[in-house]
């Protein structure tokens, strides 16, 4: 009798960590996905093979890969995920009406501009949808997803990197968030006068280098043709253009991330980049309809805050 007849159905949590190796090609980028150790995935991949009664994969340098065996064996996997999503999604559209629970995070920006507003729409609209929130940051927030932690994901992706890998997600573009100048006003004239150099002898924030922001600000800059003069630097956008709003040094960040009353520091007509805000979820939860709801709800907050008068100091800003 093989191993497989003796230990029955191997444990679809195992065959889920196949498929990321498949994906990412290592145990350590595994482990990370998942959150756990990579002697963990290791043990749990050395237990699926012994479930499945063949070798599924083989060491080649740093990285794996699947044997023929191990290839079948995902793509049946993937299949198997999808139909459980697309299971799930099609229970609910026998309802009569939408209701539920649907977990959805958020990055720390998304969760006062848009996550707030939709909830409070989402309890008007559709009171049988209960609405839990937690704010987790993008790629944190694909790897719960993944996990099935998750239903919807806001995330955000800076139009220069590569960002995390989405097989197996659906990520829609809700809006563009364009990094704007936020300057102190005395300098705008120049600014406006000369572009960004004209400030490359000014005091600058910024984010840890290594971050998104940091990289996009230091990228503009370095377009422009000088490196920034750091003099502060601190966690996450907001706390950046709260700083910045002091006007003791500068500062290029997401319009999202702007402070109430602190529009009258962007410098309008700068084309500094930006980022996309996306609805992420999973592939096999398309026709889900508390997704569908939200993500009508979603497109609703979006709508209204585009639609909002603008000021003449936010017109090149914002577009």
């Known amino acids: 009798m093989s191993r497989q ?13 196949l498929c990321d190796l498949a ?10 996905r998942r959150n756990i150790t990579s002697s963990a995935v ?3 991949l050395r237990v699926l093979e012994d479930e499945i009664g063949m070798i599924l994969f083989r060491r080649d340098g740093r990285t794996f890969g699947l044997t023929r065996g191990g290839e079948v064996l995902v793509e049946h996997v993937r299949h198997v995920l999808a139909a459980v ?13 939408v209701a539920g629970r649907i977990t959805v995070s958020g990055f720390t920006i998304s969760i006062p501009g848009l996550i707030a507003p939709m909830v409070q729409r989402l309890s008007r609209d559709v009171p049988d949808l209960r609405t839990r929130v937690l704010q987790i940051d993008t790629v944190p927030a694909v790897r ?3 996990r099935g932690e998750l239903d919807l994901a806001i995330t955000c992706w800076y139009h220069f990197g590569g960002g995390e890998s989405l097989a197996g997600l659906v990520s829609e573009e809700i809006m563009v968030d364009p990094i704007v100048l936020l300057a102190p006003e005395r300098l705008h004239r120049r600014v406006r006068m000369f572009g960004l150099a004209a400030l490359a002898e000014e005091p600058w924030i910024t984010a840890p280098p290594g971050g998104a922001l940091a990289t996009a600000a230091a990228r503009a800059a370095e377009a422009a043709g000088f490196t920034m003069k750091v003099a502060h ?3 996450g956008a907001q706390n950046v253009a709260q700083f910045a709003a002091s006007e003791v040094a500068s500062a290029m960040v997401p319009l999202l991330a702007v402070p109430p ?16 805000i996306c609805a992420t979820y999973r592939e096999g939860r398309q026709r889900d309809p508390n997704i569908r709801a939200t993500l009508h709800v979603l497109r609703g907050v979006v709508a209204d805050r585009s639609a909002l008068p603008a000021r003449p100091d936010e017109l090149g800003a914002a577009s």
């Open 5 to 17: 007849a003796e230990t029955g159905i191997p444990d679809l949590r195992r065959m889920m960590f």
């Open 23 to 32: 994906e990412l090609g290592t145990v350590v980028a595994v482990a990370e």
């Open 42 to 44: 290791s043990q749990q």
């Open 85 to 97: 999503d697309e299971a799930v999604s099609a229970v609910a559209a026998t309802g009569k009406t």
């Open 144 to 146: 719960a997803l993944r």
């Open 233 to 235: 630097r601190m966690e």
């Open 261 to 276: 009353g602190a529009e009258r520091l962007i410098v309008d007509g700068l084309d500094l980049g930006g980022r996309s």
